[in-house]
């Protein structure tokens, strides 16, 4: 089963404060990387996203960095605010030989609070 | 609507009952995903349509989910003989085609009793 580890499971940081959530993947056909924001009874919203060939990817106070030799990728959170309090989703899309594959698999997920 | 529609909200039933789920994905998505979310979990794969073509139900845990959608709108799945193990929330997501971006529901919580 290609899996996706996410870490760390929960993290606190103090508004304004930089969060790094980290995720590292063990198969090496994976053509898309998102992550998604997820608040208390809502459904997943995507965030960023990256694909291999590029290996920072920056959105606003988002940035995704990729290293694809070490099958890595994290999201930073600059200036983080208490309204970016959320659980937060690494996923990767599937390659096989008729292209993309549909499904995401998804990281565990990481708990971020941001303490004001 | 502008978002994808998923009901009911919430579902109580008892073990052993069947239940039934929407989803109405964006307008003009032609690809269509169902994920089960545990308790304090990531998300999981269940099955998923694009177009007219067969759907991947690669992720369904057992003969008892299915799912049906019809032509490249509404789908609905369906939890046969429910057991306690299956109490999640039930995603939904579309995506204009398959390698674009998915668009999540809110889901529908399921408890079992």
């Known amino acids: 089963q290609q899996q996706v580890k996410q870490s760390p499971q929960s993290l606190i940081v103090q508004k304004g404060g930089i969060s790094i959530i980290n995720c590292a993947y063990e198969?090496?056909?994976?053509?898309?990387f998102p992550w998604y924001q997820q608040f208390p009874g809502k459904g997943p919203a995507l965030l960023i996203a990256?694909?291999?060939?590029?290996s920072e990817k920056k959105e606003g106070r988002f940035t995704i960095s990729f290293n694809k030799s070490a099958k890595q990728f994290s999201l930073h959170i600059m200036d983080s605010q208490p309204g970016d309090s959320a659980t937060y989703f690494c996923?990767?899309?599937?390659?096989?030989?008729?292209?993309?594959?549909?499904?995401?698999?998804f990281g565990k997920g990481t708990k971020l609070s941001v303490k004001p | 609507g502008a978002g994808v529609s998923q009901s009911p909200s919430n579902k109580v039933t008892e073990k052993g009952k069947d239940v039934e789920l929407r989803c109405d994905p964006i307008?003009?998505?032609?690809?269509l995903y169902w994920y089960r979310q545990r308790l304090g979990q990531g998300l999981e794969f269940l099955i998923y349509?694009?177009?007219?073509?067969?759907?991947?139900k690669s992720g369904l845990p057992s003969d008892r989910f299915s799912a049906e959608r019809t032509g490249e709108s509404v789908s609905t799945l369906t939890i046969q003989r429910t057991q306690q193990e299956d109490s999640a929330v039930y995603l939904c997501?579309?995506?204009?085609?398959?390698?674009?971006?998915?668009?999540f529901g809110d889901g529908t919580r399921l408890s079992i009793l």
């Open positions: 990256i694909r291999p060939d590029v």
């Open positions: 198969n090496t056909a994976f053509d898309y």
């Open positions: 349509f694009q177009g007219n073509s067969a759907p991947d």
């Open positions: 997501a579309s995506s204009l085609v398959v390698n674009q971006p998915q668009h």
């Open positions: 996923a990767a899309r599937g390659v096989n030989y008729g292209g993309s594959q549909g499904n995401l698999i």
């Open positions: 307008s003009g998505h032609t690809a």
